[in-house]
């Protein structure tokens, strides 16, 4: 008898994957408050409050009331709480429009669809047979297919109505009143009752452009300002007005919107007391509570100006520099919170403070408090000569920038700080005159350890290379509240201070507490210092002058400098930018990894780019090729204008006349005007790059189109 053949073995089961370990933090979400259980900032009351307002008007609609605040102070989550207190009023409808999700013309037709949505489908049915009786040119076209259309639901319905109400201008004309009568017939439907109301909710719509803003007011006041519909629109006034998002609006335009609010709130700031609460709830849920002592909250309620997505953004923020930034396990979380403030407020400052070339001794913090004592002096001397003498170093700071210092200053101190004022970034006369800015750095240089922090930020952590460094005792209080960790508590391996617990190491990165890694990985030696060969072209990266005056190129290097994987990475795939032919940059950078921002911006836009470290080099690149576009720093090692120098000679040369980009983070008035004599640009924005560089890209596909 015939046996089956065996089975073969079963595959083995793959183990389910180990769950990922955690740690004691968390993000907090920024969707606003819907609930009064949730409001912790006491906006439930003036919730209520707008609510019954909003009920007792019924028989003054129509109204439009504008819930008026700044950014992140709470306009949404007053809204939601406003709709979940009507939710228990009888005959009363609440319908959400989102203004920010519609472009233009459409915001009008979404709002009006939106609102019409609410009705009761036989109302709808009714207007629409009435619009298509007075529309005889409608009725054989239509009437037989949509009037008589029983399947036909809601969406459906609405959307036949808005068709035969924007036909044309006469239907336009007529849509006012044909909604009008809607209204009136959905309000009055119930009998022995009050007056239905439609509460509509506009939100966001200050982000949006000056089209969709006008297009939303324009139905508001135009097609629905009929009694039953009353509106609360969420914005602020002030990015509005003349001077915000509107501030090109005409005179007229200026006046319409007036007539679209007829009365506004004003969202108070919430009060300190309720603003501490609130930092120790966020603090709590993410998982800090046990570093915020009473000094960084209070520091917090002053520099959050008291607005609660600016807290939460900070509360996430020191989650997230805490737990993946190994630079603050030698600092703590009061370093953290004071450097925070300076990048999320001054962000300008901050790139300076922590990038390349951002000063010209390295350290802009420095900088920029010399410079506002150097200030302080000049100013003083206009009023009064002092002897220069007994400002030693309004005299060296002066030098460094190749001013000269009058033996007596006198009137000449304000011309002596103009030209001064030339060359530092363009960023401190404004902010010298900032005193919440000022005093914050005055704060953070105050701490004992300020010359080290600010190098570290500069420099990155130490214990890169696998060594072990000590945390700071400012966690304590972090580690102290951890149930699983042993010891003292402070982390002796290299990795993020706080992202997990003792007991648990996170995989690649050395334990924690008193553990030592399974695997540790033996100290690794300092990189050497790169050793470039000499270069054929001189120091300032141009041949040497001949005997008969002329420049003694060499023949092309056959072995280039700088490293062969930098030479050409090209990006084949065309960013969504740019979608044009592939086309060459050149990118000259002694620091391509303190600036990897160049060649992000360069591989969206699909461009093949070509890096050199030296001005040399880019002589000899474009001897091989003629780029598209070339990207280049200004400051090099110690020779502040190696930039400029670079681009001055080769279109002296004639070697390149083409598009020239300087990006570099330190931007100065005259920077800026030196750039612009070369008929360069300059920039030290992402953004502003980006759009540098498709600009020129466009503007040379347009200069080879036949």
């Known amino acids: 008898m015939p046996t089956s053949a065996p089975l073969p073995p079963a595959a083995p089961v793959p183990a389910a994957p180990a769950p990922l370990p955690h740690g004691p933090f968390a993000l907090l979400n920024d969707e606003p408050v819907a609930e009064s259980a949730a409001d912790l900032l006491g906006a439930g009351r003036a919730a209520r409050q707008l609510a019954g307002l909003l009920v007792a008007s019924r028989g003054s609609t129509p109204f439009t009331l504008a819930v008026d605040a700044g950014w992140g102070m709470g306009k949404s989550s007053l809204m939601r709480l406003v709709d979940a207190d009507l939710a228990h009023a009888p005959d009363v409808h609440t319908v959400w429009y989102n203004a920010w999700t519609s472009t233009g013309a459409d915001a009008l ?180 509570e046990p570093l915020l002592d009473d000094a960084l909250v209070d520091l917090l309620v002053q520099r959050s100006d008291r607005n609660p997505r600016r807290i939460k953004r900070l509360v996430n923020g020191f989650v997230l520099e805490a737990t993946l930034n190994p630079v603050w396990r030698d600092f703590g979380p009061d370093a953290v919170i004071r450097t925070l403030l300076l990048q999320y407020f001054y962000p300008d400052f901050y790139r300076m403070m922590t990038g390349p070339s951002g000063t010209v001794d390295g350290d802009v913090v420095a900088e920029f408090r010399t410079y506002r004592e150097v200030r302080r002096t000049l100013l003083s001397a206009a009023a009064a000569p002092v002897p220069i003498r007994e400002h030693d170093a309004v005299r060296t700071f002066l030098a460094s920038y190749d001013l000269p210092t009058p033996e007596q200053l006198g009137g000449a101190g304000e011309a002596v700080l103009a030209a001064l004022e030339r060359q530092l970034p363009t960023e401190f006369p404004a902010l010298v005159t900032n005193p919440a800015f000022t005093s914050l750095v005055d704060e953070l240089t105050a701490r004992p350890d300020a010359d080290r922090l600010l190098q570290r930020l500069r420099e990155g952590p130490q214990g890169a290379g696998g060594e072990p460094t000590r945390m700071s005792r400012e966690w304590a209080p972090m580690w102290q509240s951890l149930p699983d960790v042993q010891g003292d508590g402070y982390a002796t391996g290299f990795g993020p201070p706080l992202a997990w617990p003792g007991g648990e190491p996170y995989p690649g990165v050395g334990g924690y507490g008193q553990q030592q890694p399974a695997h540790p990985v033996p100290p690794q030696p300092a990189p050497a210092a790169r050793q470039q060969p000499p270069s054929p072209y001189g120091q300032a990266g141009y041949p040497v002058p001949g005997p008969q005056g002329g420049y003694d190129y060499p023949p092309p290097m056959q072995d280039p400098v700088y490293p062969p994987q930098m030479q050409q990475a090209g990006y084949p795939q065309q960013g969504r930018g740019y979608q044009g032919p592939l086309r060459h940059v050149l990118w000259v950078d002694d620091q391509p990894d303190r600036k990897a921002v160049v060649r992000t911006v360069l591989e969206s836009a699909g461009a093949q780019v070509t890096h050199v470290e030296s001005s040399a080099d880019a002589v000899h690149a474009l001897r091989t090729r003629t780029p598209d576009l070339l990207i280049s720093d200004i400051s090099r090692g110690r020779d502040h204008t190696a930039g400029f120098a670079m681009v001055e000679r080769l279109k002296e040369d004639g070697h390149y006349s083409g598009p020239v980009v300087f990006f570099t983070i330190r931007r100065s008035p005259e920077r800026e005007e030196r750039a612009a004599a070369l008929g360069a640009s300059l920039t030290n924005n992402a953004q502003e790059l980006t759009d540098l560089v498709l600009t020129a890209l466009r503007e040379r596909d347009r200069s080879e189109a036949p």
Request: net charge positive; charged share 25%.
């Open 109 to 288: 037709e979404g709002l009006i669809k939106s609102v019409l949505m609410r009705f009761d489908r036989r109302v709808l049915r009714r207007g629409l047979a009435r619009v298509s009786e007075r529309r005889a040119l409608l009725r054989a076209a239509r009437a037989l297919t949509t009037v008589v259309a029983g399947p036909l639901g809601v969406a459906g319905l609405v959307d036949e109505l808005w068709k035969s109400l924007s036909v044309d201008s006469q239907a336009r004309n007529e849509m006012r009143g044909a909604i009008g009568a809607l209204v009136q017939e959905w309000s009055d439907n119930a009998e022995n009752r009050p007056r239905r109301l439609l509460v509509v909710f506009i939100d966001d719509l200050d982000r949006c452009s000056e089209e969709t803003v006008l297009a939303v007011c324009e139905a508001v006041k135009v097609y629905l300002d009929v009694p039953g519909l009353a509106f609360m629109i969420g914005c602020d006034r002030s990015a509005m007005g003349p001077n915000g998002l509107l501030r090109d609006l005409s005179p007229a335009g200026s006046a319409f919107m007036e007539k679209i609010f007829q009365t506004s709130y004003r969202i108070p700031a919430p009060d300190n007391h309720g603003v501490k609460d609130y930092i120790r709830w966020c603090a709590r849920t993410a998982g800090i």
